[in-house]
């Protein structure tokens, strides 16, 4: 048990951060501190995504003289990287809508926005 887990270590890291993301989630009222914890499991799918795409003693796959397989597959990376600047994007977005809801209410702890309702 504990060698499978050692040998899966980048897997189980992923799924304790994206389970104290999410208990961030419930369990908080700020909505800042609510939407930082959608960030950590956001991170936290991204490090399982990079994660699976590590090949043990793989090699860049760049064609050269010196490239020999097996090779890394790149297409995980590529996929992340996209997903970070889609993943800034809407950080900034939740964040002016914070501030908004700050001015507009002067509060952003989600229980006494529900109760001005």
Known sequence: ????????????????????????????ENLIKKFMGLNIMETAVFAFIVALGVVE???APIAGSGAAPPFINPLPQALILTGIVVAVSTTALALSLIIRIWRQCGTIEADELREAE
Not at 11 to 21: D, E, P, R, W
Request: net charge negative; charged share 15%.
């Open 1 to 28: 048990m504990i060698d499978a887990l050692w040998q899966n270590l980048d897997y189980a890291a992923s799924v304790v951060l994206f389970c104290i993301g999410l208990y961030t989630v419930i369990t908080r």
């Open 57 to 59: 003693g793989g090699d």
